[in-house]
C-alpha cells in the first residue's frame, strides 16, 4: 500500500524537484526493516523516498504500534517539527528496501530559499501532517484528574503548542488506575506525562514538558545579548519577530505559554488578510513561527518575562524566572505627530508585545522602495509599542 497522493499529506516530490533537490543532500541505499527516523529524535535529516517504501509507524514494537501510512518513490518523510526543532513523533521505518536522499535541515532551508514554490509545497504537506498527528492519539499521553488544575494546565500547554497528546481522564477512563499501578504511580503523583519510549513525568512543570517535547525551551538560547527581545508570541509578537529579523536584528521571542497566543486555539479565521478560504489558527501560527524562525528569530515558550529593566550603558534587559536577556537597546520616543506622516497603530501595553530594540535610522533607497518597516518604538512611561511604516522616518501618532 502506498499512501501518496499528489498533494497534501502525502504529497510527491516530481523528478525535476528530486533532480533540484539532489545537490543539497546525499543518496543511499535503504534495508528492510531499517529505522530512518526513531520516534523522539530532535535531529533528524528530511529523507526522500527514490525507490522502495517506508512505513510511518506509532509505537513500533510496542503493543500500541500504528500504521499511518507508507511513502512510495517521490515521498518525502516527516512533519512541521522537523523545522521547528520538535523531535519526531512518529518513526519511519523502511518496508522495501531502496534508496532515499538525505537532506539536512539547513540545506533544506538553503534550498527552499532558492525554489519558494517548492517550500511552500514541503510546508503545507508538513502543516497537514500535524494537523493529522494532533487528530491522532500520537504523541505524549497526559493521565489526570479533569479536576485537576494542574492536568488543565498541561493539557492547555500542549493545546497552545500544538503538541500532539492524548488524554486519559482518571474520572473516566476504568483502566486509568490500572495504567497508574503498573508504572508505579499513586493517585497524588497525577498528573503524569507518559513519552512513548517509557519516559514518565509525575506533575512536570510546562518547562519540563517543552524541555521533553517542546519546539524550544529557553535554556537553548543563544547568548544573553540580541538587538531585540519580544515579550508574547501571539500574531502581533510573532509579525514583530518577524520584521525583526528580516531586518538582520538579532532577534528573541519569549512566550508565557506557547507561540501562536490566542489565535493558536481559533478552529478557523475568516477574516486574516490573504486567506480568502480561511486559515486553521495552529496553521497561521505555524506558518509565522516557520517564517519568523527562517529569518533567524528565535522562539522560547515558556518563558514568562517578569520585567523590563536598565543594564549597562545602553542595554536593556527583560527578565524572566529563569534568565535574564539583554537587548542593546535605546528607549526611544518617537517624533511628535506630523500631518501627512505615516500611520502608526499603538496598543496598550496589556495587549501588545512588549519589545526593545535599538532605533535604526531610515533607509533610503531601501530594497522596498523607500518604505521600511520596523517595530517598535518603547516609551517611558506609558510603554507603548507600534509596528510603524514609513516613508517620510516620522510616525503619525
Ligand atoms: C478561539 C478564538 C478564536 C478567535 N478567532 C478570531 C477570528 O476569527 N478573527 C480575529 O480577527 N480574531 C480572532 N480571535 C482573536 C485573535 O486571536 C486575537 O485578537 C489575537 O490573537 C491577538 O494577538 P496578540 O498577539 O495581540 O495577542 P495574543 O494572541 O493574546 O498573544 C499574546 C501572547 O503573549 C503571551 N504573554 C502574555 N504575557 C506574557 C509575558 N509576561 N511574558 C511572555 N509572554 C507573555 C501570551 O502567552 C500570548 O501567547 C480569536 C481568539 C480566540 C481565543
Known amino acids: 500500500m502506498d499512501s501518496s ?7 510527491r516530490l516530481n523528478r525535476d524537484q528530486i533532480g533540484a533537490l539532489s545537490g543539497y543532500g546525499v543518496r543511499r541505499r535503504t534495508r528492510a526493516g531499517e529505522l530512518l527516523v526513531q520516534e523522539g529524535r530532535r535531529q533528524r535529516d528530511l529523507f526522500v523516498v527514490l525507490s522502495g517504501a517506508v512505513a510511518m509507524v506509532e509505537g513500533p514494537g510496542t503493543a500500541e504500534e500504528r500504521l499511518v501510512g507508507v511513502h512510495g518513490p517521490g515521498a518525502f518523510l516527516d512533519e512541521v517539527g522537523l523545522l521547528t526543532g520538535q523531535p519526531s ?25 532558492r525554489d519558494p514554490r517548492l517550500g511552500d509545497a514541503i510546508l503545507r504537506a508538513f502543516l497537514c501532517r500535524r494537523e493529522q498527528l494532533l487528530g491522532s492519539v500520537a504523541g505524549i499521553r497526559l493521565i489526570g484528574s479533569r479536576f485537576s488544575p494542574d492536568t488543565r494546565r498541561l493539557r492547555e500547554f500542549a493545546a497552545r503548542n500544538r503538541i500532539p497528546h492524548s488524554w486519559t481522564d482518571l ?7 490500572r495504567l497508574l499501578r503498573r508504572m508505579s504511580v499513586g493517585p497524588d503523583q497525577t498528573p503524569v506525562v507518559v513519552w512513548r519510549d517509557g519516559q514518565v513525568l509525575h506533575n512536570p512543570t510546562n518547562a519540563e514538558l517543552a524541555g521533553l517535547i517542546g519546539p524550544g525551551a529557553i535554556d537553548e538560547l543563544p547568548g544573553s545579548m540580541v538587538d531585540v527581545v519580544i515579550a508574547g508570541a501571539g500574531p502581533a509578537g510573532l509579525a514583530a ?39 486553521t489558527g495552529a496553521e497561521l501560527a505555524d506558518r509565522a513561527v516557520v517564517q519568523a524562525e527562517k529569518f533567524g528569530a528565535v522562539i522560547a515558550a515558556p518563558a514568562a518575562v517578569a520585567g523590563l529593566s536598565r543594564g549597562t550603558g545602553t542595554t536593556r ?20 505627530p506630523a500631518t501627512g506622516g505615516s500611520t502608526c497603530r499603538a496598543s496598550p501595553s496589556s495587549r501588545a508585545p512588549a519589545s526593545i530594540t535599538r532605533r535604526r535610522s531610515w533607509r533610503r533607497g531601501s530594497a522596498r522602495s523607500g518604505r521600511s518597516w520596523w517595530s517598535v518604538a518603547a516609551t517611558r512611561p506609558a510603554r507603548r509599542s507600534c509596528t510603524w511604516s514609513s516613508t517620510r522616518g516620522r510616525c503619525g501618532w
Not at 5 to 11: I, L
Not at 324 to 330: F, G, H, K, S
Open 5 to 11: 497522493e499528489p498533494a497534501g499529506t502525502f504529497s
Open 171 to 177: 474520572e473516566e477512563d476504568a483502566g486509568a488506575e
Open 317 to 336: 534587559c527583560a527578565s524572566t524566572a529563569a534568565a535574564a536577556r539583554c537587548a542593546p537597546a535605546r528607549w526611544w520616543s518617537p517624533p511628535a
Open 241 to 279: 519577530a518577524v520584521y525583526g529579523a528580516s531586518e538582520g536584528l538579532a532577534t528573541v521571542v519569549l512566550d508565557a505559554v506557547g507561540a501562536g497566543g490566542q489565535a493558536g486555539t481559533a478552529s478557523r479565521i475568516e477574516n486574516y488578510l490573504g486567506f480568502p478560504a480561511g486559515i
Open 89 to 113: 513523533f512518529v518513526s519511519a521505518v523502511v518496508r522495501e528496501p531502496g534508496e532515499v536522499l538525505a537532506v539536512s535541515v539547513a540545506a533544506l532551508l538553503d534550498f527552499v530559499a
